[in-house]
């Protein structure tokens, strides 16, 4: 399998992006991060697809990307007051564990949590208009590949493949489903923390 490679600006990209997503097709993309690994969170067989290329645990969840914050109360259950210290976080490079609502998909939730990403990357908001589930791209027990020529050698088995700039970093995992707020993973502006962890 030989990949379709388009820069995430590339005006074919959103006809591309929207057929690969409807049709089971396995994505890479950049976000404001690392590379994202993934695809439409309710295809099974798209899932399975990037278990495999992962060597990841089936009972592993993935991260769902969202286009912008506003979508968060569909797929979280969070109170109003906390919606809004979310946006002082959002779009960046975060990921907010959260109770997950019915709507969430399965693969993204784990012991009733969900793991949201609402990346700072014109990517999301620009040109993707619907939920993707993500994970980084990498082997299982590898650091991630940020390197476009790297990536386009390691997996050939992913059907579209979008380049664009990313920092490189991981994004830093937030726990909200605790008080006071949690970092997981990463570093946090202490303002920011002040601002979730606040009444």
Not at 85 to 100: E, F, N, Q, V
Request: glycine residues 8%; contains cysteine; charged residues 20%.
């Amino acid at each position: 399998m030989i990949p379709t490679v388009l820069s995430y600006d590339d005006r074919a990209t959103p006809e591309a992006l929207a057929l690969a997503l409807e049709t089971g097709q396995t994505v890479i993309f950049p976000t404001d991060t690392v590379y994202g690994l993934g695809g439409n969170p309710w295809d099974r067989r798209v899932l399975d697809h990037v278990r495999r290329l992962k060597g990841r645990l089936p009972d592993q969840p993935f991260t769902l990307h969202l286009w912008n914050a506003e979508q968060i109360p569909r797929y979280a259950t969070c109170s109003e007051t906390l919606f809004q210290k979310i946006r002082h976080a959002l779009p960046g490079p975060y990921t907010l564990l959260l109770p997950a609502s019915d709507a969430a998909p399965i693969a993204t939730v784990s012991n009733g949590v969900v793991g949201i990403r609402v990346p700072d990357h014109p990517l999301f908001g620009d040109v993707l208009r619907q939920p993707v589930f993500a994970t980084s791209v990498n082997r299982r027990g590898q650091p991630p590949l940020n390197d476009i020529a790297a990536i386009i050698e390691t997996f050939t088995e992913v059907d579209l493949i979008l380049t664009g700039s990313v920092c490189g970093t991981a994004s830093a995992i937030l726990d909200l489903t605790v008080t006071p707020v949690q970092v997981a993973r990463g570093t946090v502006p202490p303002d920011l923390l002040r601002i979730l962890s606040g009444p």
